[in-house]
């Protein structure tokens, strides 16, 4: 009896352990924003990015790719959803095998704000210059959870992100909540690059 008892009293701390590790994330990471702010004069809409194909399989091997890359035409941002079999990866020239090296400037509202991308397949994500996001290989179009950043003033963020599709399809996509919010996709116009 007393063995049914330890499990019966195991299993409800084991199912709180579990839902308070999913759910909610942890503190909030404080970004540094653009000094000096970029003005409007030098912005264009979207992100920059650099493309190179080849095969990869984790994020390290795709960074080992930056001496190989041509500019493509800018992303709108992370707002692309799952495509289907054999469409190009964004703005990519294909749609299997492709690396990108993304580069620009996200508009925050000063606050603390949730966000959650999806990736298909790996995505490391450097937000006012620190490490916010990474889920790295191969998977489907999913999330590894959520994160929760801090903008300390209104204005531009350097974004800089690193993604690879090796096969099949892509996604790269990015839900945002502010405190108290509610969540939504991002819209284009928090998206923005200086032309090099």
Same mark, same amino acid.
């Given at each position: 009896?007393?063995?049914?008892? +330890? /499990?019966?009293?195991?299993?409800?701390?084991?199912?709180?352990?579990? $839902?308070?590790?999913?759910?909610?994330?942890?503190?909030?990471?404080?970004?540094?924003?653009?000094?000096? !702010?970029?003005?409007?004069?030098?912005? %264009?809409?979207? $992100?920059?990015? *650099?493309?190179?194909?080849?095969?990869?399989?984790?994020?390290?091997?795709?960074?080992?790719?930056?001496?190989?890359?041509?500019? =493509?035409?800018?992303?709108? =941002?992370?707002?692309? &959803?799952?495509?289907?079999? =054999?469409?190009?990866?964004? #703005?990519?020239?294909?749609?299997?095998?492709? /690396?990108?090296?993304?580069?620009?400037?996200?508009?925050?509202?000063?606050?603390?704000?949730?966000?959650?991308? %999806?990736?298909?397949?790996?995505?490391?994500?450097?937000? &006012? =210059?620190? %490490?916010?996001?990474? @889920?790295?290989?191969? @998977?489907?179009? !999913?999330?590894?959870?959520?994160?929760?950043?801090?903008?300390?003033? +209104?204005?531009?963020?350097?974004?800089?992100? $690193?993604?690879?599709?090796?096969?099949? #399809?892509?996604?790269? *996509?990015?839900?945002?909540?502010?405190?108290?919010?509610?969540?939504?996709? #991002?819209?284009?116009?928090?998206?923005? @690059?200086?032309? !090099?």
């Amino acid at each position: 009896m007393r063995k049914n008892w +330890t /499990i019966v009293r195991i299993a409800p701390v084991m199912v709180v352990i579990f $839902l308070a590790t999913q759910a909610r994330p942890t503190g909030a990471v404080a970004l540094r924003p653009a000094e000096p !702010q970029p003005t409007s004069a030098t912005l %264009q809409p979207g $992100l920059a990015v *650099d493309y190179a194909y080849g095969e990869v399989r984790i994020l390290g091997e795709a960074e080992s790719w930056v001496t190989y890359t041509k500019p =493509g035409l800018p992303l709108v =941002g992370f707002v692309y &959803g799952d495509t289907v079999l =054999g469409e190009k990866t964004f #703005t990519a020239e294909a749609s299997e095998f492709v /690396i990108a090296f993304i580069k620009g400037f996200m508009k925050f509202e000063a606050g603390t704000h949730e966000l959650e991308f %999806q990736s298909n397949d790996g995505l490391r994500v450097t937000l &006012g =210059g620190v %490490q916010v996001y990474e @889920h790295d290989g191969r @998977h489907k179009c !999913q999330t590894k959870g959520v994160v929760r950043v801090t903008a300390p003033k +209104t204005g531009w963020y350097p974004v800089t992100a $690193l993604y690879f599709n090796r096969k099949f #399809t892509a996604c790269l *996509d990015l839900s945002i909540r502010p405190a108290g919010g509610e969540w939504d996709f #991002t819209s284009p116009e928090i998206y923005a @690059h200086i032309t !090099q």
